[in-house]
Each structure stands twice: as C-alpha cells, then as structure tokens.
C-alpha cells in the first residue's frame, strides 16, 4: 500500500507560479512510475506529467515547456513546479503511483492516488 498526499496548491493570477508537491509512504520504491494529472468538474482525469524511475519524464503538450516534474528519491517526495499557469490551468491536482517503471500517461495505468490539491489561476 501506498500513501501519497499532496500540498502547494492555491490561488495566483495569470503568468504566476505554483510548487506542488507529493509525499508518498508505505511500500515505495525508487522504480515506480509517478505522475500528475489534473480534474475539472464533469471533466476526465487528464495526464499533466510523470517521471519514471530512471528519471525520464514526459508532458501532456498543454504543459510542455510550462511545468516541470522532479523527484527525490531520499525523500519519496514528487514536485510539479508550474510556471506561466493560465486559467485553462484550474483544476484539481493529484499525485499518481504506479507499481511498475512508467507506461502510459492513462489514468487507469495509475495504482495509488492522493486526495488532490486546488489549482485556480484568475485572469
């Protein structure tokens, strides 16, 4: 079992910047996959970034150039750094784990969730 929770999320203007993090305890390991997607109401849970265990990452295009996802292994701490955040960024962020090196940037790929964290970025 894996536990993960989120923290850093909040209110800024267009063009601010935003630090997420994600915690994870329990049965971690350097090898799993973890990754961040977001969630507007009545909307699917979309892939924004992940890293795999060798330290590759991949971005959603929405993002890309935008965000940027680091880890620390000592730590078992994941970070989303979001600069240039635009109101299409609003949404609920959640930190991801898989159990196995990163696959697909599919949700249902994913095996532990955190709670999610508040992004709203006004205009």
């Known amino acids: 079992q894996v536990k993960l929770m989120e923290s850093g999320g909040g209110s800024v203007q267009a063009g601010g910047s935003l630090r997420l993090s994600c915690a994870a305890s329990g049965n971690t390991y350097s090898r799993s996959c973890m990754g961040w997607f977001r969630q507007t109401p009545g909307m699917g849970r979309e892939g924004v970034a992940m890293i795999d265990g060798d330290g590759s990452t991949t971005y959603a295009n929405s993002v890309k150039g935008r965000f940027t996802i680091s880890k620390d292994n000592a730590k078992n701490t994941v970070h989303l750094q979001m600069n240039n955040l635009s109101p299409e960024d609003t949404a609920m962020y959640y930190c991801?784990?898989?159990?196995?090196?990163?696959?697909?940037?599919?949700?249902?790929?994913?095996?532990?969730w955190g709670q999610g964290a508040q992004v709203t970025v006004s205009s």
């Open positions: 991801a784990s898989r159990v196995d090196l990163c696959a697909s940037m599919w949700f249902g790929s994913f095996n532990y």
